[in-house]
């Protein structure tokens, strides 16, 4: 299962459909670029709410899972906990990984 979250991360970076920062990922939702923000579960509580909002109010989903370290070796990024999926595509078979991990 993670092996294949790892792969689309990977594929997803590669293509130029992954975003990966706090303030990138925010900018991205402002200007609703972001189809799906996944967030590490290890994140300050405030960050997490700040994102939780923003997607509200901007009709994205969001999901919460693993740590930020396992993430950004996901995506082969260091110290990063939070990324932004841009292409539907990658966003629904991301999503559907992560909701068959839970």
């Given amino acids: 299962m993670r092996e294949r979250i790892?792969?689309?991360f990977g594929f997803a970076r590669k293509s130029g459909n992954l975003l990966s920062?706090?303030?990138t990922c925010m900018y991205g939702l402002?200007?609703?670029?972001?189809?799906l923000l996944i967030l590490?579960?290890?994140?300050?509580e405030n960050t997490i709410e700040k994102f939780r909002r923003q997607c509200e109010k901007q009709k994205v989903e969001l999901r919460i899972c693993s740590t930020v370290e396992q993430l950004s070796l996901?995506?082969?990024e260091e110290g990063k906990g939070?990324?932004?999926v841009t292409d539907?595509?990658?966003a629904?078979?991301?999503r559907e990984e992560i909701d068959q991990m839970k």
Avoid: E, P, T
């Avoid at 402002?30 to 189809?35: L, V």
């Avoid at 590490?40 to 300050?44: E, H, I, P, Y």
């Fill in 40 to 44: 590490a579960g290890d994140l300050s």
């Fill in 30 to 35: 402002q200007k609703r670029k972001i189809r």
């Fill in 88 to 90: 539907r595509g990658f």
């Fill in 92 to 94: 629904d078979v991301i």
């Fill in 6 to 8: 790892h792969s689309y």
């Fill in 21 to 23: 920062g706090y303030n």
């Fill in 74 to 76: 996901f995506a082969g």
């Fill in 82 to 84: 939070v990324f932004g």
